[in-house]
């Protein structure tokens, strides 16, 4: 079974410094991707970050990056000079190679930027 | 540009009539298209997969009778909550993906109200 877990329901940040949203995730596939979305308040789901099981480099994607530690299980996502706008829930998912195109997601972290 | 397009953004009905919810791919063909349902402040919850050219997959618990799924084509899948009553009230999501580990691209969602 897919499983996908983000322990902090809510996180405050600090406009320009560094945040890290964690995501631990489980599952049997020998290949998989995890993805980061954003969803602001206005409800649209934007895709972050992609980062693949055989990936050897951390994924980055301007101020985005994940933090993929394999043996862990985990795959943090990295925000790096937070701006106001980077308010928003934001949603670890997993693909898995067995489990055809579903995909799975986290429960979700509220980060709030603070001026 | 958008990816996946989903009309309407918004839809206020009254109890006892339907609502269809449209959800198109614009720059491929998806034959498999995902439904979400979202609580205020909760993770995506996958309703059913749209599957082009056959019957949809519907996750356990959601009422296929309520919930009529149509994957006519390959660009569009339309989801039609009939009867609709204010429980089912939410905020409703469409999502289609290319091949392999693509991305999960979302529509902007619709937020049904039923008075």
């Known amino acids: 079974a897919q499983k996908i877990t983000q322990t902090q329901p809510g996180m405050f940040v600090q406009e320009k410094e560094a945040v890290t949203l964690d995501c631990t995730y489980d599952?049997?596939?020998?290949?998989?991707?995890l993805f980061w979305y954003k969803q602001p308040s206005s409800g649209e789901m934007i895709f972050l970050i992609y980062?693949?099981?055989?990936?050897?480099q951390n994924a980055t994607e301007g101020r985005y990056s994940l933090n993929f530690q394999k043996a862990r299980k985990s795959a943090n996502l990295v925000i790096s000079a937070s701006q106001l706008g980077d308010s928003a829930m934001y949603f670890c998912?997993?693909?898995?190679?067995?489990?055809?195109?579903?995909?799975?997601f986290g429960t979700g972290t509220s980060l709030t930027v603070i001026p | 540009g958008a990816v996946v397009s989903q009309h309407p953004s918004r839809v206020i009905c009254k109890s006892g009539t339907s609502v269809k919810i449209e959800c198109r791919s614009l720059?491929?063909?998806?034959?498999?298209m995902f439904w979400y349902r979202q609580f205020p402040k909760q993770s995506l919850m996958l309703m059913a997969t749209?599957?082009?050219?056959?019957?949809?997959?519907?996750e356990q618990g959601v009422e296929k009778d309520k919930f009529l799924i149509n994957h006519a084509s390959l660009t569009l899948s339309t989801l039609t909550v009939t009867s609709a009553h204010p429980e089912d009230s939410s905020f409703y999501i469409c999502?289609?993906?290319?091949?392999?580990?693509?991305?999960?691209?979302f529509g902007n969602g619709t937020r049904l109200t039923v008075t």
């Open positions: 999502s289609a993906s290319r091949t392999g580990f693509s991305p999960l691209h």
């Open positions: 599952t049997s596939d020998q290949s998989y991707g």
């Open positions: 980062q693949g099981s055989y990936d050897e």
């Open positions: 998912a997993m693909r898995g190679s067995n489990t055809g195109n579903q995909f799975y």
């Open positions: 720059d491929f063909q998806a034959t498999t």
């Open positions: 749209s599957n082009e050219g056959s019957k949809a997959t519907y």
